[in-house]
């Protein structure tokens, strides 16, 4: 399929998926009057690396990690390992956060209202 169709198909402009073939993430034939032919499973690899996009993923992380989508069932497995190590990348920015929430507040908090001090110098 051409790439309007594809576009059209997937709700991605025509820049993404030029942008996504550039980053390896897709690859079309080009035929004899230099059209790009995109295979009829790209409009389902796609809304994988959607998805993926949406759970936190790069898009480096899903050209190492997602081609495994291409293998079938068998995938499920490894892609259900990456899940997890994406999840406890996850949690572990999550549990930063808090402490730099907690230091924030706690910068705030030590500073009077009338501004007199600065909340960036250290506590004396």
Not at 45 to 67: C, S
Not at 87 to 113: C, F, K, M, N, Q
Request: aromatic share 6%.
């Amino acid at each position: 399929m051409q790439i309007g169709t594809l576009s059209a198909r997937t709700g991605l402009s025509r820049d993404s998926l030029r942008f996504y073939e550039k980053r390896g993430l897709l690859q079309a034939r080009r035929s004899d009057n230099g059209y790009r032919d995109y295979p009829e499973e790209a409009v389902q690899w796609l809304g994988y690396v959607r998805t993926a996009q949406q759970l936190g993923f790069t898009l480096a992380e899903i050209a190492a990690d997602l081609p495994l989508l291409t293998q079938g069932e068998d995938a499920g497995p490894a892609l259900r390992a990456t899940l997890q190590r994406k999840l406890a990348d996850i949690d572990e920015r999550i549990t930063a956060l808090h402490g730099l929430r907690a230091e924030l507040a706690s910068r705030l908090a030590g500073t009077p209202e009338t501004g007199a001090s600065c909340p960036l110098r250290p506590a004396a």
